[in-house]
């Protein structure tokens, strides 16, 4: 299991990952506004960084664009707006 949230406030962002990474839940926390696709920041907990997510994610967006295979996949992090098109 893995988290994604998004929030406009900085409190609850922050609020939100302190949570997250107390409890070791493996989250993205994105500042900015869902509504308008805005973003400012984002803060990854450190189990989301040691489980790989980042580079699930990447895949993923991969084999929706046209059926790369994980090896095709560059080994450049994805950007945050790629990433926001999951969810």
């Not at 400012?40 to 980042?54: E, L, M, Q, R, Y």
Request: aromatic fraction near 10%.
């Amino acid at each position: 299991m893995a988290a994604v949230g998004a929030d406009i406030d900085i409190l609850c962002v922050q609020m939100c990952f302190i949570q997250c990474q107390l409890y070791r839940i493996p989250a993205k926390i994105v500042h900015g506004n869902s509504l308008t696709r805005e973003f400012w920041s984002a803060w990854c907990t450190s189990d989301w960084i040691s489980g790989g997510f980042g580079r699930a994610m990447a895949e993923k967006i991969a084999s929706e664009r046209g059926g790369e295979t994980a090896a095709a996949v560059p080994a450049e992090p994805i950007t945050l707006e790629q990433q926001l098109v999951l969810f």
